[in-house]
């Protein structure tokens, strides 16, 4: 069973929709780095991230990793590191996986652009939990914390998050 979401802001999984928050720039079909812009597709679901501090590890069949303080994601087209984890110091442009905020204190990444990696073709889309006013991503797919413990413990290795097209 796939994760469905709507261009228009829903998302549609195991029989119940949810709110969901998408990029600034809506859905795109050609994602490219810094559109904030959610790219249109199907894309397996690889591996889900957790502030240790924050909660518990999520029940899900999914490989799960505790973060930590020092973890980035490199955004940085043309670093030998774009579009996977990294620890700082870092000698390029990434993005904090330890925030201060609790957008990421559960976050799934997915299979965007890493298999191989393309400069320039998108970084550091994820699954996360969504503001409280659903506000915008930068081309992420945000929903309730509650939403996504949900999806990751009914979900398994051969579920997908599938964006459709406006």
């Known amino acids: 069973m796939d994760i469905t979401v709507d261009p228009d802001g829903t998302v549609e999984w195991n029989g119940s929709t949810m709110a969901c928050a998408l990029g600034a720039n809506g859905v795109t079909g050609d994602k ?3 559109d904030q812009a959610t790219p249109t597709g199907c894309y397996a679901l690889r591996r889900v991230y957790y502030r240790p501090d924050r909660v518990e590890p999520p029940a899900t069949v999914l490989p799960t990793v505790a973060i ?3 973890d980035g994601w490199c955004d940085a087209p043309d670093d030998p590191g774009y579009n996977t984890l990294v620890r700082q110091p870092y000698c390029a442009s990434f993005e904090l996986m330890w925030r201060d905020d609790h957008l990421y204190d559960v976050v799934v990444t997915v299979g965007l652009n890493d298999d191989p990696v393309v400069a320039g073709m998108g970084s550091a889309i994820f699954m996360h939990v969504a503001r409280p006013n659903f506000g915008p ?3 992420c797919v945000a929903v309730t914390r509650a939403n996504l ?3 990751l413990a009914e ?3 051969t ?3 599938c964006i459709r097209a406006s």
């Open 149 to 151: 413990l949900r999806i």
């Open 68 to 70: 930590d303080p020092l």
């Open 159 to 161: 579920t997908k998050l």
């Open 32 to 34: 490219r780095e810094g």
């Open 137 to 139: 991503t930068q081309g």
């Open 155 to 157: 979900c398994d290795e």
